[in-house]
């Protein structure tokens, strides 16, 4: 199994950029899809991103429109998220997550390794 701990969140002006980490002290990094989701207050964890075990391919949330970039080094058992251009929209607890398998990677619910989140804070 997987221990997730993200961290990298913050205030940041509108326009301004972000990169979110997300960590595993395990041995297995390598063997788990990964996705990020983000939540605010009385809404549902909405997908961000997500990516492969190899890091080969890379899905993303419609409303990304290219700011986001998510990446992972399995020889540091870390994914990242670079987030650039940031809206005060994008103010919410992010998330990462992670799962053995790839299907339905936009859907909180297949996931089965969650961190415990990091607040991203975009003041207009």
């Known amino acids: 199994q997987v221990q997730l701990v993200e961290s990298g969140g913050g205030l940041v002006q509108a326009g301004g950029s972000l990169r979110l980490s997300c960590a595993d002290s395990?041995?297995?990094?390598?063997?788990?899809?990964l996705g990020w989701f983000r939540q605010t207050p009385g809404k549902e964890r909405e997908f961000v991103a997500a990516?492969?075990?190899?890091?080969?391919?890379?899905y993303y949330g419609d409303y990304v429109e290219g700011r986001f970039t998510v990446s992972r080094d399995n020889a540091k058992n870390t994914m990242y998220l670079q987030m650039t251009t940031l809206r005060p929209e994008d103010t919410a607890v992010y998330y990462c997550?992670?799962?053995?398998?790839?299907?339905?990677?936009?859907?909180?619910?297949?996931?089965?390794?969650w961190g415990q989140g990091t607040q991203v804070t975009v003041s207009s």
């Open positions: 990516i492969s075990w190899s890091g080969g391919k890379r």
């Open positions: 997550a992670a799962d053995r398998y790839e299907r339905g990677y936009s859907d909180a619910s297949r996931y089965t390794y």
């Open positions: 395990g041995r297995t990094f390598r063997s788990y899809f």
